[in-house]
């Protein structure tokens, strides 16, 4: 059985979930774990981060959610050393649609990673909106994580998706809760107002003691993206990949990672 299972998801898109999926499957690879990425997001954005074309797998998630395929047989390398990668579906609405008729549909995801073996880390790319997906990642998790702008609209976000992982832990009888909140694309301090109002109001919540340190925002993460290459390679010694350092320990200082 996988070591460790962590679902990053939230309530709305381009939060930064994927770049901390990915930063921390750099960062855990570098630490000698060997990683496996589950990319659950339609957009795939991870999937391309770490280098690999999702129209050109043969397999994704979306054959293994439907049992067209075993996670071993979609489970792919990828060109950053001691990560491996669970491909995007690029037929999500349709997988979507079929798994939200199916009866069960959201523990299938649990049920295949049990299946699958020798990875130390599973970092889960959840969806950028609440679905079936979002919850099949959530229940297949020993630990949830989420991100969140310095926004409003994250803000406010944030209890909702937490209320989701409460839910799902009371109706399968899980004890899992989400252990870790990122502040990701934190504008500096005289961004504006309404940034520093934001940051303080997540900072201060009653999850106050599951905010990680902060990353902030970057011109090198739509750069890394753009080269296909996560931000731990490419940039080492940037100020946001020192923050996802800090994240990275962060997470396993508390025993999340």
């Not at 990915?22 to 991870?46: P, Y």
């Not at 690999?52 to 049992?67: E, F, S, T, W």
């Not at 909140?181 to 109001?201: K, W």
């Not at 020192?242 to 025993?255: C, F, S």
């Amino acid at each position: 059985m996988n070591k460790n299972k962590i679902a990053v998801g939230n309530a709305a898109g381009s939060a930064g979930k994927s770049t901390t999926v990915t930063s921390l499957a750099a960062i855990a690879a570098e630490d000698g774990k060997k990683v496996l990425i589950v990319d659950g997001d339609a957009q795939a954005t991870a999937t391309r981060w770490v280098g690999i074309d999702p129209l050109h797998c043969d397999l994704n998630i979306g054959n293994v959610l439907l049992k067209e395929a075993t996670a071993d047989e979609a489970i792919i390398p990828t060109p950053v050393e001691g990560v491996f990668l669970l491909p995007a579906a690029t037929n999500f609405d349709g997988v979507v649609t079929q798994l939200a008729a199916m009866r069960g549909a959201e523990r299938r995801m649990r049920n295949f990673l049990r299946d699958v073996h020798g990875f130390g880390l599973v970092l889960i790319d959840c969806p950028g909106s609440l679905n079936i997906i979002t919850a099949s990642a959530i229940v297949a998790a020993d630990h949830v994580v989420t991100v969140a702008t310095p926004t409003m609209k994250e803000v406010e976000g944030t209890p909702r998706f937490m209320r989701l992982v409460d839910d799902l832990a009371d109706e399968h009888d899980l004890t899992i809760r989400v252990d870790g909140i990122v502040p990701c694309m934190v504008p500096p301090a005289n961004a504006g107002a309404i940034y520093r109002e934001s940051y303080d109001l997540l900072v201060s919540g009653p999850w106050a003691d599951r905010i990680t340190p902060m990353v902030r925002r970057s011109t090198r993460v739509p750069d890394s993206y753009a080269s296909r290459v996560p931000l731990p390679i490419l940039y080492p010694q940037e100020p946001v990949t020192i923050d996802y350092r800090g994240v990275y320990e962060w997470l396993t200082t508390r025993r999340i990672l």
